[in-house]
């Protein structure tokens, strides 16, 4: 078995963008590229689509890399709101039962 670890590894913005420059300078493919700075192929294609997206030449409906993140923000929101609405209703009915005693 490899030494693969299962959780994935996080990049700065700045090294993404210099492998993706990298890619668009260098006349190789993805996977030459990946390969050579020890990135998953798959991985540096999306940060090659995200980064055409980005510049406003990807298909139709893509979001950039603002859009994702204030749609991550609208589902954390989202997700915080419905929490706080469930501890509003458990104490209703707690409060409702305290009341009919």
Not at 30 to 39: C, D, L, W, Y
Not at 84 to 99: D, H, M, N
Request: avoid cysteine; charged fraction near 35%; glycine fraction near 10%.
């Amino acid at each position: 078995m490899g030494s693969k670890s299962n959780r994935s590894r996080r990049y700065t913005e700045e090294f993404k963008r210099d492998a993706v420059a990298l890619v668009r300078s260098s006349g190789r493919t993805v996977t030459e590229v990946a390969r050579q700075i020890g990135v998953s192929a798959g991985g540096l294609r999306n940060w090659v689509r995200q980064d055409t997206v980005d510049r406003g030449q990807g298909s139709p409906g893509g979001l950039t890399t603002a859009e994702r993140e204030e749609l991550r923000w609208l589902r954390r929101q989202n997700a915080e709101q419905a929490e706080t609405i469930g501890v509003l209703r458990k104490a209703a009915v707690f409060f409702a039962k305290e009341s009919d005693r």
